[in-house]
C-alpha cells in the first residue's frame, strides 16, 4: 500500500512520507541553504551555480579588548 492513502498530504510531514513511498530520495541540490552553507565554508559542490548565492559577509563587531563582567575565581 502506497503512502497517499495513509498520510495527509497537505502537511510537509505527509507530503515528505508519500514522496518517500513513491521512490524520490532527498539529495543535497534541493536545499539551497545548506548548498550556501557549504560554500561559504570553502566546500564546493559539482553542477551548482554560485553566482546566485548570496553575498553577504559576516563580521565580529565585538572589541578586541573585551573585558568580562566577572573575575574569574582560582581555587
Do not use: C, W
Amino acid at each position: 500500500m502506497k503512502a497517499k492513502h495513509k498520510y495527509n498530504p497537505k502537511t510537509r510531514e505527509g507530503a515528505r512520507r508519500i514522496a518517500q513511498s513513491m521512490g524520490y530520495k532527498h539529495t543535497i541540490y534541493d536545499d539551497p541553504d545548506m548548498v550556501a552553507l557549504l560554500y561559504r565554508a570553502g566546500i564546493t559542490i559539482a553542477d551548482v551555480d554560485y553566482s546566485q548565492l548570496d553575498s553577504t559577509e559576516f563580521t565580529d563587531n565585538m572589541p578586541k579588548e573585551h573585558v568580562a563582567d566577572a573575575e574569574t575565581i582560582k581555587l
